[in-house]
T-cell receptor
Framework: NAGVTQTPKFQVLKTGQSMTLQCAQD?????MYWYRQDPGMGLRLIYY???????DKGEVPNGYNVSRLNKREFSLRLESAAPSQTSVYFC??????????????FGDGTRLSIL | DAKTTQPPSMDCAEGRAANLPCNHS???????VYWYRQIHSQGPQYIIH???NNETNEMASLIITEDRKSSTLILPHATLRDTAVYYC??????????FGAGTRLTVKP
């Protein structure tokens, strides 16, 4: 998945700890997205950023915050991790905004376990 | 409120065409049909998308029925590396993009 880079690839946290998941894209895309994937649930949108300087809630935003640091980077923060946030997190980007028909490109994910 | 229906699993012989169906009977006139796939432990990979006309790229072909209520993704010469979960998605905007359960395609030697 060239173009969208996520760090870290794996992380284990204790309940109540905080951490930030990093995402960067080098395709000069305007829009960026954070998803979580749980068994049997498909991907669910957490937050998205239609363009630099804007962020909006998706389907499951509770317990998360995001920052669109610049056009390239979009981070996801867990302020106080809970076991229910154990999941695989994917970052994605697309060229021309949420209403464009240009496809999203995904990173390889961050596997997060909350004990 | 799933917008698409796909068979949970399919098998295909290596070298043969894989035809993956998708029903989207409630699709609206300006919603696109997208196909992605996810190979184990990797992020979803874009394959192809279309609105009304059939589309072809280096990976696959997309056949959309005239009434747009269903579509078929065709991998013309499946290889073992095409084994993955394939997702059919209809949407107007990416802030409403939801992946369902998809079809698990197994390509067999």
């Amino acid at each position: 998945n060239a173009g969208v880079t996520q760090t870290p690839k794996f992380q284990v946290l204790k309940t109540g700890q905080s951490m930030t998941l990093q995402c960067a894209q080098d395709m000069n895309h305007n829009s960026m997205y954070w998803y979580r994937q749980d068994p049997g649930m498909g991907l669910r949108l957490i937050y998205y950023s239609a363009s630099e300087g804007t962020t909006d809630k998706g389907e499951v935003p509770n317990g998360y915050n995001v920052s669109r640091l610049n056009k390239r980077e979009f981070s996801l923060r867990l302020e106080s991790a809970a076991p229910s946030q154990t999941s695989v997190y994917f970052c994605a980007s697309s060229e021309a905004g949420v209403l464009s028909n240009q496809p999203q490109h995904f990173g390889d994910g961050t596997r997060l376990s909350i004990l | 409120d799933a917008k698409t229906t796909q068979p949970p699993s399919m098998d295909c012989a290596e070298g043969r065409a894989a035809n993956l169906p998708c029903n989207h009977s409630t699709i609206s006139g300006n919603e696109y049909v997208y196909w992605y796939r996810q190979i184990h432990s990797q992020g979803p990979q874009y394959i192809i998308h279309g609105l009304k006309n059939n589309e072809t790229n280096e990976m696959a072909s997309l056949i959309i029925t005239e009434d747009r209520k269903s579509s078929t993704l065709i991998l013309p010469h499946a290889t073992l590396r095409d084994t993955a979960v394939y997702y059919c998605i209809v949407l107007l905007s990416f802030n409403d993009m939801r992946f369902g359960a998809g079809t698990r395609l197994t390509v067999k030697p």
